[in-house]
């Protein structure tokens, strides 16, 4: 009996859900726990400040800026996750009501045609920007400590590539959920994998 030269639906599917998927969901998982040690960063460096300011009457030059620039970062370090758990605010009481193969179609487009192009621009458009801060050892000239803002910018280009990878990945999953509703968790259902 001669084999097909193509490849079965479910082949690719299965591929998909178990190979292609599960690693790219663990870059967005790895950035937050990168977030989560930001945070603990940012806690630890607000408790120092209160303490050396009110208790020493000592306040520092570094503590504001550290703060801004972590909490920055980590909204979008554990931005791609936050998608991949379905935890972002959605208002999708209408769309709910749509058939389950219509909902898949309505994200699939959503991602590909207004999200992902966006992503696209605001990484790159970071990304050089964290180049030229890397390359001219910008400062940041707004406050007394003046840090280099490298780090800050690059962190910020981090989270919106993670959350581009991630944002392909639902693509991927919601283009699995048009060709078979069963295969995916249904949109805005709340339900995801664990890892």
Same mark, same amino acid.
């Given at each position: 009996?001669?084999?097909?030269?193509? /490849?079965?639906?479910?082949?690719?599917?299965?591929?998909?859900?178990?190979?292609?998927? @599960?690693?790219?969901?663990?870059?967005?998982?790895?950035?937050?726990?990168?977030?989560?040690?930001?945070?603990?960063?940012?806690?630890?460096?607000?408790?120092?400040?209160?303490?050396?300011?009110?208790?020493?009457?000592? @306040?520092?030059?570094?503590?504001?800026?550290?703060?801004?620039?972590?909490?920055?970062?980590?909204?979008?370090?554990?931005?791609?996750?936050?998608?991949?758990?379905?935890?972002?605010?959605?208002?999708?009481?209408?769309?709910?009501?749509?058939?389950?193969?219509?909902?898949?179609?309505?994200? +699939?487009?959503?991602? #590909?045609?207004?999200?992902? @192009?966006?992503?696209?621009? #605001?990484?790159?458009?970071?990304?050089?920007?964290?180049?030229?801060?890397?390359?001219?050892?910008? +400062?940041?000239?707004?406050?007394?400590?003046?840090?280099?803002?490298?780090?800050?910018?690059?962190?910020?280009?981090?989270?919106?590539?993670? +959350?581009?990878?991630? #944002?392909?990945?639902?693509?991927?999953?919601?283009?699995?959920?048009?060709?078979?509703?069963?295969?995916? @968790?249904?949109?805005?259902?709340?339900?995801?994998?664990? /890892?």
């Amino acid at each position: 009996m001669a084999r097909s030269p193509f /490849v079965s639906v479910d082949i690719v599917k299965s591929l998909l859900l178990r190979r292609v998927l @599960p690693p790219i969901d663990a870059i967005g998982y790895g950035l937050a726990i990168l977030a989560m040690g930001q945070t603990v960063l940012l806690n630890l460096v607000m408790i120092y400040e209160v303490i050396v300011r009110y208790g020493f009457d000592a @306040p520092t030059l570094w503590a504001n800026d550290l703060t801004y620039m972590t909490n920055g970062t980590l909204f979008l370090l554990g931005a791609a996750w936050t998608l991949r758990m379905n935890a972002h605010v959605r208002i999708d009481f209408l769309s709910t009501l749509f058939p389950v193969r219509l909902q898949h179609f309505i994200n +699939l487009a959503f991602y #590909v045609c207004l999200f992902l @192009p966006l992503i696209w621009y #605001v990484g790159l458009s970071q990304g050089q920007k964290a180049w030229r801060a890397w390359v001219k050892g910008e +400062l940041q000239n707004m406050s007394a400590w003046e840090p280099v803002v490298w780090p800050f910018y690059t962190g910020i280009t981090i989270g919106v590539v993670g +959350l581009g990878i991630q #944002v392909v990945a639902e693509a991927i999953r919601h283009a699995i959920g048009l060709a078979d509703p069963e295969a995916v @968790p249904r949109p805005g259902s709340g339900e995801h994998v664990q /890892v």
